[in-house]
């Protein structure tokens, strides 16, 4: 078991439950609809919805304790001796509960930001430090207030290293993510344009990834991409890796195929299966801090080897008539559509480089803008710009203004048929958009038929 219902009593004393109090707790449950034997329900109240209504489903699909929102009254179907833990406020007594725990287990925890990339360096540091340590990170994208304390209720107690993965919308949420992790390490990515319409400018969200820091243990280390100005004026417990001679960690002789990545540092060189320059970056960031777990580099360079990326990432795919589908659909941001069409152009082998490009979503005042710019990352080696979306308009308006040949698609099907007379084998069509556009459909028209 990870603990016993007394454990969640202990943490909320003044509103607790003696109720089966040794009955053990193997699972956290806020959706009442998946059965999990021997788990403790959490009814999250959101603006559409409130978990409190769902309590008779949680306790018949295996809840055996829940924590309630003494607001809210408990309804008759509730049997009297069923343990409820009452609370102010459910949300907040799932962080503290969390933060409990990560404090009872106490494992080295690594906690990961960033605007682009965040998930991918997570998936990067877990593969490498499960060769050496009992380790656990977030799955999917339980990287918010709800699902970083979910993360943590989830590790097993045996565990070493813990990898979790922090996102943010607005100003304070690192900090509290932080809190409750309380990080022994941590990496912040890049700075770029994510949620710029909640936070104001680049500058802002510089500040809001920082928020990392202020929970970082004492002696902890913070691992930064040093190739951002905006990262540039920190100084104690910080290292600093990219591309140049002046950083902790200098990354070169960088090489991109079809499969991998290739780069030295410190004389030592590494490969991961990931394609691109900033793959590099990213995995730098990885090994800097194994070393600091005592990590030996044939024990890295295993990790690397076993990776396994969560999808939509960079993705290749073999499409009809032998054609090469680039999925990279999972999210964008202007610094992230500059990132892939780069290492498109890097891949050698095609005849015919086509780009696909969807909306950057969350950018308000200053989509317009953004979404221009990354017109200016096409060159003559992209033979081709499709764009859909009400936004990404205006990448085929500037991408016309410096001669490139691109055309902008009002309906995902015209896209597809436009698209579906293009592929041969020696073409290669990269895919990026928000995950909000659902790009993944249009790459999926194009696959062949199983």
């Known amino acids: 078991m990870k603990f016993s219902i007394q454990f969640v009593i202990d943490q909320f004393p003044q509103r607790g439950t003696n109720q089966q109090a040794s009955h053990p707790i193997d699972h956290m449950m806020t959706d009442s609809r998946i059965p999990l034997e021997n788990s403790l329900f959490i009814p999250i109240v959101g603006d559409n919805f409130n978990g409190h209504d769902f309590i008779a489903a949680a306790i018949e699909n295996g809840a055996v304790a829940s924590l309630w929102d003494m607001a809210y009254t408990v309804p008759q179907e509730v049997p009297d001796d069923f343990p409820l833990i009452f609370v102010k406020d459910t949300l907040d007594a799932l962080q503290s509960l969390a933060h409990a725990y990560r404090k009872k287990v106490n494992p080295t925890v690594i906690g990961i930001t960033g605007s682009n990339g965040k998930t991918t360096t997570k998936d990067i540091v877990y593969s490498i430090v499960k060769e050496q340590f009992n380790a656990y990170c977030t799955q999917g994208n339980f990287n918010n207030l709800i699902g970083l304390p979910l993360t943590i209720l989830q590790m097993e107690r045996k565990t070493e290293v813990l990898v979790l993965e922090m996102g943010m919308d607005t100003f304070g949420e690192i900090e509290r993510l932080s809190e409750i ?3 022994d390490y941590g990496i912040i990515t890049n700075i770029g344009e994510s949620h710029i319409e909640y936070l104001g400018s680049r500058q802002g969200i510089a500040q809001a990834k920082l928020e990392i820091k202020k929970h970082l243990h004492d002696h902890g280390i913070l691992f930064v991409d040093g190739d951002e100005a905006l990262l540039g004026h920190l100084k104690e417990g910080v290292r600093f890796v990219g591309q140049n001679k002046g950083y902790d960690t200098c990354i070169h002789d960088i090489h991109v195929s079809t499969k991998d990545t290739t780069f030295t540092i410190h004389g030592q060189s590494f490969t991961v299966p990931l394609i691109g320059v900033h793959h590099a970056k990213n995995t730098a960031l990885a090994i800097e801090l194994a070393h600091e777990l005592n ?4 024990l890295i360079q295993k990790g690397l080897d076993h990776l396994k990326q969560t999808g939509m990432r960079f993705e290749l795919i073999e499409g009809k008539n032998g054609v ?6 999972y999210n964008a941001s202007a610094t992230s559509m500059a990132a892939s069409i780069d290492v498109l152009k890097q891949l050698s082998g095609f005849d015919r480089k086509i780009v696909v490009l969807g909306d950057i979503l969350e950018l308000g005042d200053f989509s317009e803008s953004y979404h ?3 017109a200016h990352s096409l060159s003559e080696d992209i033979d081709l710009l499709y764009t859909y979306g009400e936004e990404a308009k205006y990448i ?4 016309k203004n410096l001669q490139v040949n691109a055309t902008h698609f009002k309906h995902k099907d015209d896209l597809i048929k436009a698209l579906d007379v293009q592929l041969d084998e020696k073409t290669i069509i990269l895919f990026k958009a928000s ?16």
């Open 181 to 183: 992790a309380e990080p």
């Open 295 to 298: 990590m030996t580099d044939s």
């Open 324 to 329: 090469t589908l680039v999925n990279d659909a």
């Open 372 to 374: 221009r710019q990354v």
């Open 396 to 399: 085929t308006d500037e991408a």
């Open 435 to 450: 995950r909000g556009m659902a790009f993944e459909t249009i790459v999926d028209a194009l696959k062949e038929s199983d």
